[in-house]
């Protein structure tokens, strides 16, 4: 099999598997317990904040609160700053994950003014359009690090400095980027931060939040006093002790892996527009994730080129928002610029640091004789010919 859907979830690495295994054997205890066994419990939570604190520049470990998942960290970002505060403008953009979007559209109905930034066709936000769309009541800025579908990066130091120029919260969804990207909350002046463990080959289900020092939210939760009644619910020891190995590996290993994930992907990036006609990149090559490669294959849809490919053995994902059971086009990509029927023809492959070359050449191989198959069987394709013809 050949799997090339990480920006959807990653294998659990077998570094992280043995953590978890001598977790489980060792550490059983419930972190609130005053027993050894509780106190050990509770002892590898606070290592494991400590790690996720480094690897942010974080200043204090106390900015760490874990969640069960990116999901989670988004949700409490947004609406627990919206609510201590009460009220107020949101600025965000239009390619925000669901996680985000759908989050902001459940606070408009409770009162909340969000503004969303247009991109341009790489998918970058305009710095004087975020700018302008400053108000007298702006109360968070909520952009994402680094797109789960294109894999372009924003420019994130320079938003956080006009946040904090104008004295805004600054949220980022940094699920694609942590463990991938260098980050640095201090340098970035970011004051919120959601990450998740599963796509850093840590476990589903684990997330974590940094909240800056000072910052007041509102707990989405009510219940104990874990996670200094941030985030109430006994602790998911065995996922915590997961991504901080998991964190610990990435950062060891990053400009490694970058420099192998990005050999790759530039590889399949040009064996796909070079064999194959009628194809485009989505997103720019330059401020991009290193794993991500998405194209549009003109006349045909992604969902029948993942079923093809599904056959083969090889997972990837398109650009629908299959996620929701809908054939909706990707948002994403219409925010681009994309027709329709070009954002509906687009495959995501997404690489990871145990994609092999031997995979990229023959995912490469692959693709040429499926795409021109479901072509012959496209009446879009019949009607580019003929007009093709019609006009010699
Ligand atoms: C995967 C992802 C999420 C959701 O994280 P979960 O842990 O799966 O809930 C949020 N934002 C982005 C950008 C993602 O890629």
Do not use: W
Request: charged fraction near 25%; aromatic fraction near 4%; glycine fraction near 8%.
């Amino acid at each position: 099999m050949i799997y090339l859907d990480n920006s959807a979830t990653t294998k659990v690495s077998s570094e992280v598997f043995e953590e978890v295994k001598r977790f489980l054997e060792e550490s059983y205890g419930n972190p609130s317990s005053v027993y050894k066994l509780g106190r050990d419990a509770k002892s590898e939570i606070e290592k494991s904040r400590e790690v996720v604190a480094n690897a942010l520049n974080a200043k204090n470990p106390r900015e760490i609160i874990f969640t069960g998942s990116g999901t989670e960290s988004d949700n409490l970002a947004i609406k627990g700053v919206f609510e201590a505060k009460g009220c107020g403008h949101i600025i965000s953009t239009k390619i925000e994950h669901h996680a985000v979007l759908h989050t902001l559209e459940y606070l408009e109905k409770k009162g909340a003014k969000v503004t969303y930034l247009d991109v341009d066709k790489n998918g970058l936000i305009n710095l004087d359009d975020l700018k302008n769309a400053i108000q007298e009541d702006t109360i968070l800025i909520s952009i994402m690090f680094a797109n789960n579908e294109i894999g372009t990066i924003q420019p994130i130091e320079e938003i956080g400095k006009i946040a904090k120029e104008h004295n805004i919260y600054f949220h980022t969804d940094a699920v694609q980027a942590f463990g991938h990207e260098v980050i640095d909350v201090e340098k970035m002046n970011i004051d919120l931060l959601s990450l998740s463990a599963h796509k850093l080959h840590g476990l589903k289900g684990t997330g974590a939040l940094y909240i800056r020092s000072g910052i007041k939210i509102k707990p989405q939760l009510h219940g104990g006093a874990q996670e200094k009644k941030r985030r109430p619910s006994t602790e998911n020891v065995m996922g915590i002790v997961a991504l901080s190995k998991a964190t610990e590996l990435a950062i060891a290993n990053m400009e490694k892996d970058n420099k192998h994930k990005l050999q790759l992907r530039n590889k399949l990036i040009d064996g796909i527009l070079e064999t194959i006609p009628h194809t485009h990149l989505n997103g720019c090559r330059e401020n991009r994730l290193s794993n991500n490669v998405n194209i549009s294959f003109d006349f045909i849809e992604g969902e029948s080129l993942i079923l093809l490919l599904d056959m083969k053995q090889i997972c990837v994902s398109s650009g629908s928002a299959c996620t929701s059971g809908s054939l909706d086009p990707s948002h994403v990509l219409l925010a681009l610029g994309l027709k329709h029927e070009e954002a509906h023809g687009s495959l995501r492959l997404s690489l990871s640091k145990y994609t092999t070359e031997d995979e990229i050449n023959t995912v490469i191989k692959e693709l040429k004789p499926i795409v021109e198959r479901l072509r012959t069987m496209s009446p879009l394709y019949e009607d580019f010919l003929k007009k093709g013809k019609g006009e010699q």
